[in-house]
């Protein structure tokens, strides 16, 4: 895939698209992603999603009309109501965000 003359002019848009150009050619749709997560063990997610791996595959599998994808987001928000107790420091307001994004891919 040729890069076109703009990202080429400008190294700082440059670097990050470029470098994410495999990715995306390697997959095409978003259905193609979802699967592949879906293959992986739970361990190996955060070497394929980067940032928070659980919110971004809650969206990814929304997107693509996963039947699963309510009861992984109560599992998620489970999950951080009972560890912002334990540990607030780590989890502030992650079940917050986490119940606003449900009620938003509900809408």
């Known amino acids: 895939m040729e890069v076109p003359r703009w990202f080429q002019a400008n190294p700082v848009i440059h670097r990050p698209i470029s470098s994410r150009l495999p990715f995306l050619e390697q997959y095409e749709a978003l259905e193609q992603v979802n699967k592949h997560i879906e293959s992986l063990p739970v361990q190996n997610l955060s070497g ?3 940032g928070d791996v659980a919110l971004k595959r809650l969206v990814i599998k ?4 996963n039947p699963d994808w309510i009861d992984y987001g109560r599992m998620i928000l489970e999950f951080l109501k009972e560890n912002a107790v334990k540990e ?7 079940d917050d965000v ?3 994004l ?6």
Do not use: D, G, W
């Open 48 to 50: 394929f999603i980067s």
């Open 88 to 94: 607030p420091r780590h989890y502030k307001n992650l």
């Open 62 to 65: 929304r997107l693509c009309h």
């Open 102 to 107: 449900m009620e938003v891919l509900s809408a």
């Open 98 to 100: 986490t119940q606003e």
